[in-house]
């Protein structure tokens, strides 16, 4: 009886090196699964346009509010922000082509080229956060369990860049609700590994792609807050969502100059 | 020789005899020379200023910097394996007095308080024995930037960012890959504002702007070169010199472009190159966004210069003629016992000339005393103007060579301005000038 419990006993501590690691690797393809789930809800595989809303609020200074127009297109990643409020702002606008960010100001005429990090308008917005979801191609997912996020239940997992790729943020962290699998919370790292900011995703809308021949799901509202000026926040709306084909030779400078005088 | 003398010597008589007329003139002569004394002061002052908080805060006599790009669109104003570009610039600048390294950066310092963007100058306090000369630490110790992750910010600093010394700020920045990080640095010094530079410059040990930027340890962003006293004002061609120097030894240069650093971001990040570009620039190039007041006076100068020289000039000749006119018959009376006439030619110049060297000394003394007692005053100039005078306080500087140029320079013109009138003076026939009546 001695010997059976010994064996039992032995038996269970095996099992539970081993199970474990089992776990561990299925998580882990189930984290990568989940996450290019997260991208292929976003991604339409054509044409966007959309009109969005910034409201950005810091600590210290008057709010600043900006409209935009935002163009792009899946097949080479072309992007178009074009933003036509406050006045001060209108006709400004970034263009990204040959994966270079450029940046336009009616006022002098001028192209400049920007970097990808760029904090669009001023604001704690980056050109990523109103392209396409990318991050099963950039980061590597690790499972860090399950999270009750409100009424959801979130899965939980920390995203670290692939080698040889430049990312703004080199680690992330996500909260997916399980039922859904939108992002509900994201949280970005510095290098050093100090927080730098959160995101929320709120609501979720879906809209129907020609091109994919599905539905495309987007966040409907973004609420960023930066962690280190705890003050400072930005609050983006995504209106007026339409996949229908864009103009062949709308991702050029001439249109958008054009479009900005 | 003697004729020479005793001309001379009428000259300075007559000269005493008109004391009235004479008074009035010294005292116009001595009030320009003093206010071209006082002009130069401001000038030389001024440059000395500009130089001294440049050289220390930002630059070198000369500069080897540069960018390096990682893509097209990402440039670092860093210069990798900085020893051997040290080296090249030791063996083929022989003006060179000492040179340091420092790390060049942009980012923001955010505090609990407040956040701001400032330039983050990387150093070795150890090795920068003329920057703990020249700023002036109002709380804290300069030293404890030894220490890692430390930072010295400039008084106008602390008040937005509302810090104390061993209060902590974060520097957020992007690495050159475009990566987002962090460095929380504790404050240990306090300086003294030095003008429009201080208002965004900080100070930080090296290995943090190296950490803050993800940097190899063989990596800088700038070689300053400070040249022996006597050279400073060759540095352009030291620094045209070190552009073909470099280019021999293999190294990619940028145009030359007489810019500070931080204006050429957006001309690097247009160009399609990748990796180590040198930069050669002057302190000149480094500040050129300040050196316009330094023309401004200089143009000031000229024009004063140019409308109190016309005064003279028509005050001299004007008394020269009434001079003349008053002394006709003595002009008579002198050719007539034997006066030739350069006689009479060089004792109206030679009257101007002691006009003129009397005035010029003595506006030369009054402006030198007025420079010093101004410096002794340390009068406090408005923040406005702070700004570009990189100091809080007006410092004038007298150069005794430009001193003695004024002086030479004035007295030549008040001599130049009795010629023709001398000259017509001389021309007087001795009978109808004796028979002058006026």
Redesign the interface.
Known sequence: MSRMRITCAAAALLASFIVPGIAHAASKQEMVDLLKAVDDRQRNQGDWRSMIYMEQKE??KVDVAYEALVFRRSQDQKFIILFSKPKASQGQGYLRIDK??WFYDPSVGKW??????ERIGGTNSRRSDFDESRLAEEYDPEDNGEAKLGAYTAQVMTLK?KPNI?????VLKLWVDKESKNVLKRQ?F???G?L?RTSYYPKWKKAYSESKKTDVWFPEEMRFYDE??KANSTLILVKSVDMKPLEANQFTKAWLESKSR | MTNLILDFRIALRSLFQHRRRTFFLVTAIAGVTGLLVLLNALSTGVSDTMIRAATTLSSGHVNVGGFFKVTSSQSGPVVTEFAKVAKVVEQNVPELDHWVHRGRGWAKAISDSGSMQVGVTGIDIKNEPDLRRVISVVSGRIEDLAEPNTMMVFESQVERLKVKVGDAITISAQTNRGAANTVDVRIVAIAKDMGLMSKFGTFVPIDTTRALYQLRPDTTGVIQLYVKPKFVPHVAEIAARMRVTLEKAGYLLMDADANPFWMKFQTVNREDWTGQKLDVTTWEDEVSFLTWTLKVISVLKVVLLTILIAIVITGIMNTMWIAIRERTREIGTLRAIGMQRGGVLRMFLFESFQMGLIGTVAGALAGSAIAALVNAAHIRVPLSVQLFLMSDQLHLAIDVSALAKSVFMITAITTLAALYPAYRAARLPPVSAMSHFG
């Open positions: 600590k210290g270079n960010l400049e080229r920007r970097t990808e990090r860049g430049d990312l703004a943020f080199p970005e510095a290098l050093s100090k730098l280190i000026e």
